[in-house]
């Protein structure tokens, strides 16, 4: 026979390469096929429930490896409340209408106007179920279970009545309201945006210094003297109604180069930089409030403008005179108010001059900076043109510039709940604590909300008009709408006319006729998504309101976490969500924002195809998600090296307990060795660590941490380092190997059990190699920490044990590093140890030089009264002497030993595997070895 064939080799069909990207697709068919998910959730009927509200991603295109980023980390959660025993159904959702779909539409060459509304929108419909079916596919191929076969869509009509609901009660509690005046509009979209849809990029603008002459100075200024304003904005002049000046700032007439000008006092040394001029004398000086009423020429045409106060002039930049447009901009339109002034917003949807702008009907906005500063310039009115690049306003779909534009639109009053959603974001959980004064502010600072878009395909504002203009919104009306919707769709408002779309027999004292119209424009697809609490939560019988928790990326405070407590607050007078949970914004590995002009994104189409989902899924787990997260290649290949570390430290494991039964051969705790009993204890503690620091808090990173520091430090670099010397030496079924058997079983059921909510594959092929009585590793729970006896005392008596194995180790690398010793079982190891190194040595109660890989017959501790030799390694509680080991090496273990040669059948042995060899293999006796 062979010598090998005397070792307990571990045998094992586990691969040492995963193949992930060709076997995960075979095991999530198995889950489908046998309904896991399902089986989940009936296994956990009856217990609490963890409701983890999904947030629409928008249905175009494949996902994004910031999707991933996303959807895994929903998963983990909701895997590991499952493991918990949590009630986590995961319904996914989409996000359905909106603009990009229609400019999808527009590039594949469909023709709007060539066709009905109702047409356009059924092709938008159509389109979108398309990108649901694809995104789906790309979700399921995560791993991430869920729902899949009945998610919620945004176009359902279920969801679409709920939606219309949402608004009718909003509209009950008076909050709806429709109303002229500037707010953001994409003249890229030809539709309003709300704030949410707003991006700010930085953008060339002109900046120049404008001159309007006193007409009516009130007896103070006379009318040789010019109101100096500072804009960036020249295409507003046309709009140009007042001049608004702070009421408590200090104004001066100054004397410039023989011109009069009226500035801020504390303006002046910086406003005489700029202009460069050379003689400058004050005049007079008066305070804002004496300006008010004043009146000024228009530069260019003949009307005047109004000196007004308001509190929203600084001292930042400027004159401290700001030039007002009541319709393009929302604090002129706010003091233009007190003034009665019209507002004047003499732009079209597309961002051209209408007729009320003489000199520059249909001319592109930004076309006409160029010839209004030149007409300022003609009149005499421009004292400076310069440019500069500052951060502006862009439209965040087209990308493109947006401007400040009064139109009619429907809001939603914000004010009049503010202080009562400001009251329900004190009362979340924001497990990202900065989330909560993000949002906070946000809904402290911002506006009523502009809810209507002139756009084609969304939810149509639920809204009727009577023959004399009056809007009607009743509960009657809005409720025959949503019904109409749930039954038909919300098609079903551009297929009908306005009267087949009111309940039979209605009537209005503003149609004495009986005609009626219809709002044509729709609802911000923010107030689509911002209803899921109603649509989804409320609708679902799995699912609860308020969600246990959102989970988004950090826009979504602008967005989804924004629109939806708006919505509830407004009708439900709480929160939707207990909890919110932010994460950052996926980079490459550079730092760099993802894009693919620069041709730095990750596809993880790409990556699962190349490495597998579980690769994915554990990079998920290794980054800091609450921060900006980096992205590579380079970096995913690192996470392969982990997974690979995982994976064959798994692979050990399993091949050698291959012959180990759980029910037979298993060792009680109080029977096992100290050693043994402290890697027990170290597992327990592991488990303890990773569900209530690690799952439990979503902090994924400290349960890959902390799984991963078992598996390299307490296992490979000390546990199963000296383990072979046991399981591959030791006789079949002797006491230490079982007993070390007995911590690999227990290790593995744990850490597949513990991996399954990250890397689910990878934990399912591992469980289908051990011997439990559940099929799937996804239908148990998560281990139970248990507390052992002494526990404390053994787990003190094992961190100074680990502590004497560092100085250990150390002496025999010095040793190595000098030549003195190739390998440790080479060694001769003399210890002379403290008293306290010497009382622990001895309550270790364990082959010490097994543990250290040292040969037994060439270690000794000495008393702690011994003199210690000058060239002994010197610590603070011990020193340690390294020689040259003087035996021979056992042909079988491969140690240092006293005795080989002692047995004469086995000549080439050291009695200790002689006599394992002689009891296992008496065969070997008589044929001796190859």
């Not at 002129?332 to 004047?344: F, G, Q, R, T």
């Amino acid at each position: 026979m062979k010598m090998k064939d005397t070792l307990h080799l571990g045998k094992t069909k586990f691969p040492m390469r995963g193949n992930l990207p060709n076997r995960e697709g075979d095991w999530q068919k198995e889950w489908e096929e046998k309904d896991i998910y399902g089986k989940r959730q009936k296994i956990n009927e009856g217990k609490p429930s963890f409701v983890l509200h999904d947030g629409p991603p928008f249905a175009n295109g494949n996902i994004h490896i910031g999707h991933s980023l996303n959807k895994i980390s929903k998963d983990i959660i909701m895997r590991a409340k499952s493991m918990s025993g949590f009630r986590a159904p995961y319904v996914p959702g989409w996000d359905t209408h909106g603009l990009p779909i229609e400019q999808i539409l527009t590039n594949k060459g469909i023709k709007r106007k060539e066709m009905t509304t109702a047409e356009y929108r059924q092709k938008c419909y159509e389109y979108a179920l398309t990108q649901v079916d694809k995104q789906r596919e790309d979700f399921k191929r995560l791993g991430v279970q869920g729902d899949w076969e009945d998610p919620y869509l945004t176009l359902a009509p279920s969801y679409e009545a709920a939606e219309i609901r949402v608004f009718g009660k909003m509209a009950e509690n008076g909050y709806i309201y429709k109303g002229m005046k500037p707010i953001y509009w994409s003249p890229s979209s030809e539709s309003s945006l709300a704030e949410a849809e707003i991006e700010y990029k930085d953008l060339k603008s002109p900046s120049i210094y404008v001159t309007f002459q006193v007409v009516d100075g009130k007896g103070l200024l006379d009318e040789e003297t010019s109101f100096l304003i500072w804009t960036t904005t020249p295409w507003t002049i046309p709009a140009n109604l007042a001049i608004a000046v702070h009421p408590d700032f200090d104004y001066v007439q100054v004397q410039a180069d023989g011109n009069k000008y009226v500035i801020a006092k504390d303006l002046l040394e910086e406003v005489q930089e700029t202009l460069a001029w050379q003689d400058v004398e004050i005049l007079q000086e008066f305070k804002g409030t004496q300006l008010e009423n004043m009146t000024a020429q228009h530069p260019f045409y003949d009307r005047t403008s109004l000196l007004i106060l308001g509190d929203h002039v600084t001292l930042d930049a400027g004159t401290g005179l700001v030039h007002t447009a009541p319709g393009h901009g929302e604090d002129d339109y706010y003091v233009a108010k007190n003034y009665d002034l019209p507002v004047l917003s003499p732009i079209d949807d597309r961002g051209v001059f209408t007729a009320e702008a003489p000199g520059f009907e249909g001319v592109f906005y930004d076309k006409a900076n160029a010839m209004i500063t030149d007409l300022l310039k003609e009149k005499g009115a421009l004292l400076k043109l310069d440019f500069f690049v500052h951060s502006y306003p862009h439209d965040w779909r087209t990308k493109k510039p947006v401007i400040f534009r009064a139109t009619p639109q429907w809001f939603a009053s914000i004010d009049q709940f503010r202080q009562n959603i400001l009251d329900e974001i004190e009362k979340v959980d924001w497990i990202v604590p900065w989330g909560k004064s993000r949002l906070y502010n946000m809904i402290r600072d911002r506006g009523d909300w502009v809810i209507s878009r002139q756009r084609a395909w969304g939810v149509p504002l639920p809204i009727f008009y009577a023959e004399d203009g009056q809007a009607i919104v009743t509960p009657e009306t809005i409720e025959h709408v949503a019904q109409l919707f749930e039954e038909f769709g919300s098609n079903v408002w551009f297929e009908r006319d306005a009267k087949d779309l009111l309940p039979d027999g209605f009537t209005h004292p503003g149609s004495p006729n009986g005609e009626f119209s219809k709002e044509t424009d729709i609802m911000d697809v923010w107030f689509d998504s911002g209803s899921s609490h109603e649509a989804v939560l409320r609708q679902r019988p799995e699912l609860t309101f308020p969600a246990d928790m959102y989970l988004e990326g950090s826009d979504q405070y602008r967005g989804w976490f924004n629109s939806s407590i708006t919505t509830s607050v407004a009708i439900n007078g709480v929160a939707p969500y207990k909890s919110v949970l932010s994460q950052g914004f996926t980079l490459d590995g550079e730092g760099r924002k993802m894009s693919k002009s620069l041709g730095n994104t990750i596809v993880p189409d790409k990556v699962i195809k190349q490495m597998g989902a579980d690769i994915l899924r554990l990079w998920v787990a290794s980054v800091d998600y609450e921060s900006d997260v980096r992205v590579s290649m380079d970096i995913l290949k690192q996470v392969s090296e982990v997974y690979r570390k995982i994976r064959n430290t798994v692979r050990f494991l399993l091949a050698n307990t291959s012959d180990f039964d759980p029910e037979t051969n298993e060792v009680d705790f109080v029977d096992l060795r100290s050693v043994d009993k402290y890697l027990l204890i170290r597992l327990n503690e592991v488990i303890k660590e990773v569900r209530d620091n690690g799952y439990d808090k979503y902090d994924f990173l400290h349960v890959y941490r902390t799984i991963l520091n078992f598996i390299t430090v307490d296992l490979s670099s000390f546990y199963l380092d000296f383990a072979k010397d046991v399981v591959y030496l030791e006789e079949e079924d002797s006491y230490e190997r079982r007993c070390m058997q007995t911590v690999f079983y227990q290790a593995t059921v744990a850490i597949a059990k513990l991996l399954t909510p990250i890397i689910p594959h990878t934990a399912e092929e591992i469980w289908s190699f051990v011997k439990e009585e559940a099929e799937y590793v996804q239908l148990t729970d998560f281990p139970a920490y248990q507390v052992y006896p002494n526990q404390d005392e053994l787990l003190d008596i094992w961190t100074a044990f680990m502590n004497f194995r560092d100085n250990v180790l150390k002496a025999l690398e010095v040793a190595r590093n000098e030549k003195l010793i190739g390998k440790s079982m080479e060694a001769k190891v003399t210890i002379y140890p403290s008293e306290q190194v010497q009382a622990m040595l001895t309550a270790v109660d364990a082959n010490i030089a097994q543990l250290l890989i040292i040969s037994p017959d060439f270690f000794e501790i000495k008393d702690s009264n011994e003199t210690v030799p000058e060239d002994a390694m010197a610590f603070d509680d011990v020193a340690i002497l390294v020689e040259k080991a003087d035996g021979d090496v056992c042909e079988r273990c491969r140690q240092v030993r006293t005795t080989v040669g002692q047995n004469d059948h086995f000549p080439t042995m050291c009695a200790h595997c002689a006599a394992i060899v002689e009891d296992e293999h008496p065969e070997a006796v008589q044929e001796g070895f190859e």
